[in-house]
């Protein structure tokens, strides 16, 4: 059972933004940990796509962007385009579990 | 480049045993910690277990501890999962993951799974 809550789904035309949220707890996003966003395409592995609650991996374009304050976090696509179309997922550590957690997952669909 | 490709899932019955292997290369393996992730079909993320890159470090999530064994050899730059007493919900498919360095708690690459299906 994921400890971290995502909306299961948003969309939005090409071009527009979308904004993704992750809340967490006092145990996790809230006692300090960060928060960290992975991709997956249907049928395929995650990747990652953001680290430390706001860093871009080399090859992450910079219309992709993630925040952190409290025990929430967001990511923002921006200038959607069709292929964000894909299951994103935030992740974070968990100090009462002592376990990596994951979020619900939110799809984003392309209009 | 970083590459990690699982092997060694399948089709078996309840209360069976299977040995998940993750072959690693493009990086010094024995630097990293690495963990297991998995996916249940139409499902979300769930991590495993994980282990230090030395292999003398060991953690498991609540819902296999007892029944999944983590470890990992060096020397082969392998990674692997034994899994026994196994139950229908851990049918999923399986990903090894390379934890980033130093005390971070992410994943930076993603092997491309392998499918675990428990069924009578």
């Known amino acids: 059972q994921s400890v971290l809550t995502q909306p299961p789904s948003v969309s939005g035309a090409p071009g527009q933004r979308v904004t993704i949220s992750c809340t967490g707890s006092?145990?996790?996003?809230?006692?300090?940990?960060?928060v960290h966003w992975y991709q997956q395409l249907p049928g395929t592995a995650p990747k990652l796509l953001i680290f430390?609650?706001?860093n871009r991996p080399s090859g992450v374009p910079d219309r992709i962007s993630g925040s952190k304050f409290g025990a929430s976090a967001s990511l923002v696509i921006s200038g959607l385009q069709a292929e964000d179309e894909a299951e994103f997922y935030c992740?974070?550590?968990?100090?009462?579990?002592?376990?990596?957690?994951f979020g619900t997952g939110t799809k984003v669909t392309v209009l | 480049e970083v590459q990690l490709l699982e092997s060694g899932g399948g089709l078996l019955q309840p209360g069976g045993s299977l040995r998940l292997s993750c072959a690693a290369s493009?990086?010094?393996?024995?630097?990293?910690?690495m963990s297991w992730v998995r996916q249940a079909p139409g499902k979300g993320l769930e991590w495993v277990s994980g282990?230090?890159?030395?292999?003398?470090?060991?953690h498991y999530a609540d819902s296999v501890k007892g029944r999944f064994t983590i470890s990992r050899d060096n020397s082969k730059k392998t990674l692997y999962l034994q899994m026994n007493s196994l139950r229908a919900e851990d049918t999923a498919v399986y990903y090894c993951?390379?934890?980033?360095?130093?005390?971070?708690?992410?994943?930076?690459?993603w092997g491309q799974g392998s499918l675990v299906t428990v069924s009578s």
């Open positions: 993951a390379k934890q980033a360095a130093g005390k971070a708690y992410y994943f930076d690459y």
């Open positions: 493009g990086f010094t393996f024995s630097n990293y910690a």
């Open positions: 282990l230090s890159g030395s292999g003398g470090s060991t």
């Open positions: 006092s145990s996790n996003i809230g006692a300090g940990y960060d």
């Open positions: 430390d609650n706001s």
């Open positions: 992740q974070s550590y968990d100090s009462s579990l002592s376990d990596f957690v």
